[in-house]
Nanobody
Framework: QVQLVESGGGLVQTGGSLRLSCAAS????????MGWYRQAPGKQRELVAT???????NYADSVKGRFTISRDNAKNTVYLQMNSLKPEDTDVYYC???????????????WGQGTQVTVSS
């Protein structure tokens, strides 16, 4: 059983900052890539940022220069530092991890429950 638990969402004014955290727990052998996605009601979930086990990062163009993804492998935790927030960043943010629960099985994708980020104008 694997769980991803997000925290750190909330309400912030335009130009403000928030830091999201996502901790993976349970039967985990190894974690490959971790990431953050976001979704507005009625829209498709979209990538925000990802980070590999080797710390290679990828960002959506809309957040480059404003958001920073990082991870603590010892804690199985990924972070998203969000600066210079804009109203269009308002969404539910979901954590994602691609991991193995044992040495022999295939990697699977796991998702957190989501955390609301609201940026007021």
């Amino acid at each position: 059983q694997v769980q991803l638990v997000e925290s750190g969402g909330g309400l912030v004014q335009t130009g403000g900052s928030l830091r999201l955290s996502c901790a993976a727990s349970g039967s985990i052998f190894s974690i490959n890539r971790m990431g953050w996605y976001r979704q507005a009601p009625g829209k498709q979930r979209e990538l925000v940022a990802t980070i590999t086990s080797g710390d290679s990062t990828n960002y959506a163009d809309s957040v480059k220069g404003r958001f920073t993804i990082s991870r603590d492998n010892a804690k199985n935790t990924v972070y998203l530092q969000m600066n210079s927030l804009k109203p269009e960043d308002t969404d539910v943010y979901y954590c994602n991890a691609i991991l193995r629960t044992t040495r022999l099985n295939f990697e699977r994708v796991y998702w957190g429950q989501g955390t609301q980020v609201t940026v007021s104008s």
